[in-house]
């Protein structure tokens, strides 16, 4: 059809994008009206220390009806929630519904700090941030229960309202994870300025351990890196046993992947941790 209008390429290139623009206009209305509803929920995974311990958990969101019907991939609605201010409703529903496991973890005795990924426009906006701090002040968790997620990319740009905003969570207590790390531009000195406690290697890396040269080069000067600051290491994306041996033999504190736990869930995960704990208390007292 295109073609035949005489335009060529372009009308179809035209076409293309319009179909692209009215469905980000479509998934924008339907993810205020599902906001607004309170019908986000969220999937957790698990992280582990390599000896198979359970040392924390990333929270994450998800829309499991959609314009059509059908799940949509945060992949897709976060970038949209971005550009059209929703993020941050979107961010007070995750942390309002992280902070409620977190008290339940709390309740049962686990320590195991909750992951949050914040996007990191959402740091140049005090009143966000006051916010944040509020909700965790008028619940029973404590800033050490949670680890504050951030993405790289945001280095390309080191607002300094950013800046206090971190510093001064930090003060309170809250820890900072760099997310994706290694796909962005920060400089060194920039982790030494920000507080960080944590760096996650991205998944892109992960992949082609141990067998890819480039990849292997990376992630020990990530893990090297990590060491001379005396940051945390979490790998993310891990899927095969051969990249989990390579990275616990090199010293990688944390592992997160499918090949260990796939996201699940909120109130599942909550239930087969509870039901360990009762399975445990049951084998001490028939002993
Ligand atoms: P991320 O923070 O880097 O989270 C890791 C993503 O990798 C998650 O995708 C997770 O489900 C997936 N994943 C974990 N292990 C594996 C694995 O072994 N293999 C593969 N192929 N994937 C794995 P998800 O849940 O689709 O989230 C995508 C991104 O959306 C997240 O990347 C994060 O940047 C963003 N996101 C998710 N929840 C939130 C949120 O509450 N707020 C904000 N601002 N962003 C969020
Ligand atoms: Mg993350
Ligand atoms: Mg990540
Ligand atoms: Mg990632």
New binding site residues.
Partial sequence: KAKADGKGGYATFTAELNVAAQRRVRLEESLRLTILRDELSL?V?SQFGPAGDIRGA?V??RWLRGPEGVPV???EF?PVAEASGL?KPL?LT?FRQALEIAAQLKAAGLRIPLSI???SDLFRDSALIDALVDLVADSVVTPDALML?I?ESLFIDTHPDLLRNMARLAELGFAFSL??FGTGYSNLAYLKRLHLSELKID?SFVDGLPQDEDNRAIVLSIISIARQLRLRVVA????TSAQADFLVAHGCELL????LHK?SPAEEWLGQLMDGIEKNCRKGVDH
């Fill in positions: 999937a995974q990333e994450l969101v991939s945060p992949a976060i993020i961010t995750v990924n914040l996007s997620e993405t997310d994706d998944k993310e994306g891990v899927e997160q992947g499918y090949l996201p």
